[in-house]
Every structure is written in C-alpha cells, then in structure tokens.
C-alpha cells in the first residue's frame, strides 16, 4: 500500500492514481496545497511545521499517522521538504521520490530554473529511492527532456512534468513488483 506525499499542484499524485497504483492515503506539509483538493475517496492529512516543535515530531507524526493508514511504501510526489532520519527509518529503503532533473545533476528545490541558468540542452525527470541527502539515492528510471529555443521555466517543467506522469507510475510499479 502506497502513501503519497504532496506540497504543490499534484498532477504527479492524479498519475499514479489514474495508473491504478495502490494509493491508500495522502499527506502535505501544507493545508492550502491543492494537490490535497484533488482528493475525494482517500484519508488525506496535513502536517504543518508551525503545529509542531520541531521537524522530527512533524515527521514522527506523519510517520506514524502514514503506517496507521497501512502504508507500507511512500512516494514523494512533488513534496518540498526533506525527510528526516526517523521518518525514513519508519520506512526503510521504502521511499520513493521524482525529481525534474537528471540527478545527480541539479538536485534541490528549483531544478528546472537551474538547468535552465546553467545553459543545458538536455534536462530530464529522476525516480529514485529517497537517502539522507538532499535528492540523492539509488536511482530507479531516468529519461531525457530536450530543453527547446525560448524555453521558459513554466514551458520546459510542463515539458518535463509529462515525462514525469510516465515514468513514476512505471517506477512505483517495478518497485512494487520487486518487493
Ligand atoms: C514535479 O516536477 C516534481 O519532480 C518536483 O515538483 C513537481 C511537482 O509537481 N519535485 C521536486 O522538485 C523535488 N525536489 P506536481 O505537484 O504537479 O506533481
């Protein structure tokens, strides 16, 4: 059973729904993101670090309130904060994460305008397991988006989100096939 983890629009979230995936529950750091919007028929829950005293009891809330809906794998679909040590340790090897670059190459929150200030003629969309570091991890799929003449950030993430809605549901499948 999948949990999924979301801070933005979602449409990474409405993919591996609409591939079938064993979604089961699905948690923000943010109330307002309107990817929790898109949900109608699933247990849905916001953790926000102001409620909390620290990152670690946030993540050892959603944690627990994750493994209480009967998740066993997490994928981070568009989630902007990075995990701590106990929430990963709750799921071993069991995190997910897609990213709109080819790591190792351009990790961190703003990826695509970074590929785009650095001049590169290939971006691309990662899904790989989640580690401490900051989008690092074994990699699972990869593919190439070719950045085009008077591309703009908002132009080639919609480019590279299309790749995205492919490959995450693939990756999340093999994944799950192989446990
Ligand atoms: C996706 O492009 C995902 O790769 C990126 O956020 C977007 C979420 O879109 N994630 C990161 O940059 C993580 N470092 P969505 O909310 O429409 O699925």
Redesign the pocket.
């Known amino acids: 059973m999948i949990g999924v983890l979301?801070s933005?629009?979602?449409?990474?979230?409405q993919a591996l729904i609409e591939a079938k995936l064993p979604v089961r529950a699905v948690a923000s750091n943010k109330q307002s993101a309107p990817?929790l919007a898109r949900i109608r028929d699933l247990p849905t829950a916001s953790f926000e670090l102001r409620d909390f005293e620290s990152r670690e009891q946030r993540d050892a809330a959603m944690g627990e309130w994750l493994l209480a809906q009967g998740v066993e794998v997490v994928v981070l679909?568009?989630y902007?904060h990075i995990l701590t040590p106990g929430f990963l340790a709750l799921f071993p090897q069991r995190v997910l994460?897609?990213?709109?670059s080819l790591l190792p190459g351009f990790p961190g929150?703003h990826?695509v305008a970074d590929q785009l200030a650095a001049g590169v003629r290939e971006a691309g969309a990662t899904v790989h397991v989640v580690d401490e570091g900051v989008?690092s991890g074994p990699i699972l799929l990869q593919e190439r988006v070719p950045v085009l003449p008077g591309d703009t950030e908002d132009s080639l993430?919609a480019r590279?989100?299309e790749v995205?809605h492919r490959l995450l549901p693939l990756a999340v499948e093999e994944f799950l096939c192989a446990r």
């Not at 994460?97 to 709109?100: A, I, L, T």
Request: hydrophobic share 40%; no cysteine.
């Open positions: 979301v933005g629009t979602g449409t990474n979230l990817a679909a568009g902007m994460n897609v990213h709109p929150a990826a989008d993430h590279i989100k995205e």
